[in-house]
């Protein structure tokens, strides 16, 4: 799970103070949309681990899978081709690439590593532990995001 950053609650002070916002549409893909998929892992995760149980191969490549709708949309939202009014502030944009792209780093390795193709086997509960708190760390950022930047 991606480690507080030394300056974070000043910069979540900043954002409050400049009163900056996070574009609707932009705000519909992160929230809504990636919300959605962060769910879905944490769904996911929390099943098996509340039996204490690995995680089967299909299950662990809907992970996969989410975690690349995940990074899909974080591409569209850090880059947006057409309309340049939807760049995030910088501020925003460095929170986002901290909390999501670091934790969805972490989900990518631990679950890719049980997923290789000559040798596929269950994600082992040890590794869905280390995932689990990723995932939430992910929508406590989004929820803090939306709560400072909420106008």
């Given at each position: 799970m991606a480690k507080p950053l030394p300056n974070?609650?000043?910069?979540?002070?900043?954002?409050?103070?400049e009163k900056i916002t996070v574009p609707l549409s932009v705000w519909e893909e992160m929230y809504c949309h990636m919300g959605d998929y962060i769910s879905v892992i944490n769904l996911v995760l929390s099943y098996y681990i509340d039996r204490n149980e690995p995680i089967p191969v299909v299950d662990a490549r809907k992970i996969l899978d989410y975690a690349l709708r995940i990074k899909d949309t974080m591409m569209r939202i850090l880059y947006p081709e057409e309309n340049k009014d939807l760049l995030l502030h910088p501020l925003v944009r460095d929170l986002f690439t901290h909390y999501i792209g670091n934790?969805?780093?972490?989900?990518?390795?631990?679950?890719?590593?049980?997923?290789d193709p000559l040798d596929e086997k269950p994600l082992a509960l040890e590794d869905a532990k280390k995932i689990l708190p990723c995932t939430i760390t992910m929508r406590q950022f989004l929820d803090r995001l939306r709560e400072v930047t909420n106008r």
């Open positions: 974070e609650q000043a910069v979540y002070q900043r954002i409050h103070d934790d969805l780093h972490i989900i990518n390795l631990c679950v890719s590593f049980y997923l």
